[in-house]
């Protein structure tokens, strides 16, 4: 049982750091564009717009996807509730394995979006 809680608790790591961070960056993204935090590439830091926007963005989909990334993870560990230490470790694995591909999935969905809003010095291309 205590086994059973550790993997369950490790499953649930991944989406709570995304929607963590994605709450944060979504409500509030970093003031300054900085190396430490945020939603960090080249594009998204090129001037204050760029920065703002990435970081909103990635906030909504990090929260969105770490959302339905908890749901999905919990189901496979609660039908392993009662189940061996080697069944638990290997759904459990599997599942925080899984789990990178949403995390991971966010920044080819940012970089489209922010190629398609700003040019490639970071200008916006449609300002309204």
Do not use: H
Not at 6 to 23: K, N, Q, R, V, Y
Not at 42 to 47: A, I, R
Request: glycine residues 8%.
């Amino acid at each position: 049982m205590g086994y059973w809680i550790f993997m369950t608790a490790m499953c649930l790591l991944i989406p709570g750091i995304l929607m963590g961070f994605g709450s944060v960056c979504r409500n509030k993204a970093p003031e300054n564009i900085n190396l430490l935090y945020g939603y960090r590439t080249s594009m998204s830091m090129k001037n204050q717009d760029t920065w703002e926007f990435a970081n909103k963005l990635w906030g909504k989909l990090a929260w969105k996807w770490g959302l339905i990334t908890l749901i999905v993870s919990l189901i496979p560990m609660l039908a392993v509730f009662f189940a061996g230490e080697d069944t638990v470790s290997i759904v459990g694995s599997v599942i925080v394995v899984l789990q990178l591909i949403p995390l991971l999935a966010t920044i080819p969905v940012v970089e489209r979006a922010l190629k398609q809003e700003f040019d490639p010095d970071g200008r916006q291309r449609n300002p309204n």
